[in-house]
Nanobody
Framework: QVQLVESGGGLVQAGGSLRLSCAAS????????MGWFRQAPGKEREFVAT???????DYADSVKGRFTISRDNAKNTVDLQMNSLKPEDTAVYYC????????????????WGQGTQVTVSS
């Protein structure tokens, strides 16, 4: 069982930066693939970024070059550094975990955090 708690959301102007963090419980964190997803009002939840247990990374095209995902297995954390934020990045951001292999598919993830709100003003 893995419990995930996100933090770091907030209000920022367009062009600004935020860093989200996800703290995970459980002794097997290093074996999990971790993902960030987001859901804007009235829209479906969508993939943002993933990082495998070995450090392989994948980004959605919409955030590539602006967002950076990283993990610290010693601290059981996964972060999402978000730069050059745009109003269309406004959403609730969710951290998710699944065993070993990363995926872009929401239904592949077993564990989810409660989400953290990111609002980007124009």
């Amino acid at each position: 069982q893995v419990q995930l708690v996100e933090s770091g959301g907030g209000l920022v102007q367009a062009g600004g930066s935020l860093r989200l963090s996800c703290a995970a419980s459980g002794r097997t964190f290093s074996s999990y693939a971790m993902g960030w997803f987001r859901q804007a009002p009235g829209k479906e939840r969508e993939f943002v970024a993933t990082i495998s247990w070995a450090g392989s990374i994948d980004y959605a095209d919409s955030v590539k070059g602006r967002f950076t995902i990283s993990r610290d297995n010693a601290k059981n954390t996964v972060d999402l550094q978000m730069n050059s934020l745009k109003p269309e990045d406004t959403a609730v951001y969710y951290c998710a975990a699944r065993d070993r292999w990363p995926s872009r598919r929401i239904n592949d993830y077993n564990y989810w955090g409660q989400g953290t709100q990111v609002t980007v003003s124009s």
